[in-house]
């Protein structure tokens, strides 16, 4: 038996179950809350706990375990960067003994899952065939940004880990240059993911509350309550907020496709993706993704999809984790 688990900011999702013919069978699957875990091996002990009273015979064992982890590897050990969290392959390993466990970026799970990701759950945001030996870019949008690369390497595509979400963020328009002064004047140093996370739609909300172009009707500055009203129509401020959000996302994505050249695709993932999904397929996001000249025609041709599912993760740590 398989353990596979991705540790998000947000949410733990912990599976136990088989890899057969090139498919994730899971026996069990639990999805923990991350704020208020005192750490992540309190939240295993439990989920292990129940697959202990459910599992179908005393011979069944795990074997192999794999951790997609929101944060930098170091080793077979990551710290995670939004939550005061460690989680450490080695220390799980004694503690469980599982003989075979890994720890890696939750990224590089992500760009490994979505070999697994059906069909229906791969949204076309820009058409165009993916080159299969050709490097691929993935973006995770949630409570913070992360970005992974799969590269070819004597023939096989590898992951490179990165936290390409901590980069700084370059305006590609007047209205995003005005957005980077207001947060430079806040904070100093402006991160993409300042920008692109839930946070970060926050902050561009106020950012153009500010500019007092849009009535105030919004009560709450929630990212979910500004992309609810922006997608259903309430509010002309938090839809304003979403499409700059989203115009943004596109010029990010745009400059990680163009410094690898991913004609393998690119790749949008994360909660955020998932739920303002319609505006992402709207034509802002196109332009601004392909808005890099003299290379615009190249970025014309460059596949981009939007996974739905929130199991990527979790799927491509059991990838990891099959032997």
């Not at 706990?49 to 930098?72: D, K, L, Q």
């Not at 949630?142 to 979400?165: D, K, N, Q, W």
């Not at 995003?176 to 902050?203: C, H, K, N, P, Y």
Request: glycine share 12%.
């Amino acid at each position: 038996m398989i353990l596979a688990g991705d540790v998000g900011a947000t949410k733990i999702l912990l599976e136990v179950g088989e890899s057969r013919t090139g498919r994730w069978e899971p026996a069990l699957s639990r999805r923990f809350a991350t704020e208020g875990a005192a750490n992540f091996a309190a939240v295993l002990e439990s989920f292990l706990e129940e697959w202990r009273g459910t599992r179908p015979g005393a011979g069944v064992r795990i074997t192999s375990a794999a951790f997609g982890v929101a944060g930098p590897a170091t080793g077979n050990r990551v710290k995670m960067t939004n939550r005061p969290l460690v989680v450490d392959g080695d220390a799980i390993s004694e503690r469980f003994r599982i003989p075979h466990v890994r720890v890696v970026n939750d990224l590089v799970a992500s760009a490994h899952g979505i070999a697994w990701i059906p069909p229906r759950q791969c949204v076309t945001i820009q058409p165009g065939r993916a080159a299969e030996a050709e490097p691929r870019v993935v973006l995770g949008v949630g409570t913070g940004l992360g970005i992974s690369y799969l590269l070819p390497v004597e023939g096989r595509l590898r992951e490179l880990a990165g936290e390409g979400g901590h980069a700084g963020f370059a305006p590609a328009t007047r209205e995003q240059a005005e957005l980077w002064r207001a947060i430079f004047d806040a904070e100093g140093r402006v991160s993409a993911e300042m920008i692109l996370s839930g946070r970060g739609l926050a902050t561009v909300y106020e950012f153009l509350e500010g500019k007092k172009i849009h009535p105030v009707t919004l009560k709450s500055r929630l990212p979910e309550k500004i992309s609810q009203a922006a997608l259903d129509g309430s509010d002309a401020l938090s839809s304003a907020a979403l499409d700059l959000f989203v115009e943004c996302l596109g010029a990010v994505a745009g400059d990680h496709a163009l410094s690898a050249m991913a004609r393998g695709g690119v790749y949008l993932t994360g909660g955020i993706v998932a739920k303002v999904l319609p505006r992402i397929q709207s034509a802002r996001f196109r332009e601004a993704f392909c808005a890099k000249s003299p290379h615009s025609a190249a970025l014309m041709r460059i596949p981009v999809r939007a996974i739905t599912s929130e199991r990527v993760g979790v799927l491509g740590a059991a990838l990891l984790a099959t032997p």
